[in-house]
């Protein structure tokens, strides 16, 4: 594999204009005044990913493949994070679950280590890439950076109704094709713990090879259901799991999943990822059937 290809998205700040909703927020430009404060609001909570690698209040951020020079050009809308996860933080909404927030409209550092892993790994003849499912796409980094690394695959991202319309104009503006050709990338609505079923219809009634799913370890309350869909997806023996977190954050949701996981037949296996220079706290591992 190729080391360290991927070039962080706060590395080509420097390079590209990004348009920040921080300053249309100063003249107010094209935003309520309930809209402005929701993004003043957001910026001051502990919801916000303070790493250099990310910038949550952009509306759109750029990476880029070094081994291609492709760029990838992902759209964020820090006002839907703003907007729900005020509700859900507030007590507006009920607790700030996964359900009532809206984490996955804005990118986490968790989701650009996940890309550069996968970029070392991904390769042409390695039938564990042959069709890959994302649980809690968010905005489409991962499903975006997989079709461009190895476009043969079958690829689905998944995420609530709401986050759908972001992910999929991610997926669609990054993955061009000509008319009368089939996208190897599909957005489809999914929450953890339903059946699983129209996922395998989609797959062609058969189960994805890879499953990943970054930064979907933070809410106590939705690691059962989390569970429980792994748990369904990696019955064949030959598919893996492939999970990223961060482990500081949100210590006690990983903690829960680590305790569990055993219970429901899958291993944990913590994956070397030193030589990417992430966060000490951010974590890679592989989920497997505990007898494959």
Request: charged share 25%.
């Amino acid at each position: 594999s190729t080391k360290n290809k991927f070039c962080s998205q706060h590395q080509l700040l420097e390079k590209h204009s990004i348009k920040n909703l921080g300053a249309a927020m100063s003249n107010q430009e094209g935003l309520s005044k309930g809209d402005a404060a929701n993004l003043s609001w957001r910026k001051l909570q502990p919801i916000t990913d303070e790493s250099s690698g990310t910038d949550q209040s952009a509306d759109h951020i750029e990476v880029t493949l070094r081994a291609t020079g492709d760029i990838i050009r992902i759209k964020q809308d820090p006002l839907l994070a703003a907007r729900l996860g005020q509700r859900a933080l507030t007590g507006e909404a009920g607790s700030p679950t996964e359900k009532d927030s809206a984490t996955g409209a804005c990118l986490w550092e968790t989701g650009v280590v996940m890309a550069q892993f996968l970029e070392e790994e991904c390769d042409d003849d390695d039938e564990l890439f042959d069709s890959v499912l994302e649980l809690g796409s968010g905005t489409g980094l991962l499903g975006c950076v997989l079709q461009r690394l190895r476009p043969s695959s079958s690829i689905i991202c998944t995420d609530r109704e709401e986050i759908l319309p972001l992910l999929q104009e991610n997926i669609s503006e990054n993955n061009k094709v000509a008319e009368g050709e089939k996208r190897n990338v599909l957005a489809m609505p999914y929450i953890w713990g339903d059946s699983v079923q129209p996922i395998l219809d989609a797959f062609g009634r058969d189960y994805p090879t890879l499953v990943i799913a970054a930064g979907c370890i933070y809410d106590e309350e939705s690691v059962p259901s989390l569970i429980n869909t792994l748990r369904f997806l990696l019955l064949d023996s030959a598919a893996k799991g492939l999970v990223a977190i961060d482990e500081k954050i949100y210590p006690t949701a990983f903690r829960l999943f680590s305790k569990r996981l055993p219970g429901a037949g899958l291993s944990l296996n913590e994956i070397d990822i030193e030589h990417l220079n992430a966060k000490e706290s951010i974590k890679l591992y592989w989920v497997e059937m505990e007898d494959y």
